[in-house]
């Protein structure tokens, strides 16, 4: 399975005519926005906020051969189960041998080759505003989103369709893509704020069960904790982890 595809940053933005005989319509607009942004934050009993340098802690992250494998068995099951609701003596083979077929090995393979490579950024840097975020993920593609209260946001590009927004006290991203790829990361914040952790999911139609890896991340100060970061002209600003002496 070719894991190889195109990413574009998720933004989602909000074009208003304003017009001085309607002032007092876009007035109550903005009450409107800041009272769902209350809602958020009332029903969440504090605000949810992702804001900060995180840096990832493979010790409690998963690992991509026990997640494989794990999924493997599952497709076991399911195959096992499907033999014995069609009154069947012998399962169905839950990986199929050919190559490029529905759940071949091959593609669940490349289905969690995928979701590791997407999946490696060892820093984050959060920028979180009352109705936006930017998540700069080290080595990889930026996450942005503007959203206003509980509403999901979508929209089209040449790349598929990408949306964004508030799940409760989670964020989603979610892109879907062409082939019958889909990538989603939801990001979940630990109840004393200085764990992150972010599930990845990727789907394809090649394959009858999603895989999915979480990476949990550690909130860190950049100026205490051995991280040096530089601005570079191809890469923006970049983080690595400083080597004791």
Not at 82 to 100: D, E, F
């Amino acid at each position: 399975m070719d894991s190889g595809f195109g990413y574009t940053t998720i933004m989602i933005t909000r074009t208003k005519k304003i017009l001085f005989p309607v002032g007092l319509i876009l007035l109550g607009a903005l009450i409107s926005n800041a009272a769902l942004a209350q809602k958020l934050q009332n029903r969440n009993g504090k605000t949810v906020d992702f804001s900060g340098h995180w840096e990832m802690n493979y010790s409690e992250s998963d690992n991509i051969q026990a997640r494989l494998d794990s999924m493997v068995r599952e497709l076991q099951r399911r195959a096992q189960r499907q033999a014995n609701n069609n009154g069947s003596n012998r399962s169905n083979a839950a990986i199929s041998s050919a190559p490029g077929g529905y759940n071949s090995g091959p593609s669940v393979i490349g289905l969690a080759r995928m979701a590791d490579s997407i999946t490696q950024s060892q820093l984050l840097e959060v920028e979180q505003g009352e109705y936006e975020i930017d998540i700069q993920r080290e080595e990889t593609f930026a996450l942005d989103c503007e959203f206003y209260g509980d509403y999901f946001h979508t929209v089209e590009t040449p790349f598929g369709k990408e949306t964004c927004g508030w799940d409760s006290h989670q964020l989603l991203f979610r892109i879907l893509l062409p082939e019958g790829l889909s990538i989603q990361h939801r990001f979940t914040l630990g109840p004393s704020g200085e764990r992150l952790n972010v599930a990845t999911t990727v789907v394809s139609d090649r394959v009858s069960y999603p895989f999915t890896l979480n990476r949990v991340y550690n909130r860190f100060d950049p100026g205490k904790s051995g991280i040096s970061c530089e601005l570079t002209l191809t890469r923006g600003k970049v983080c690595t982890t400083e080597s004791s002496q």
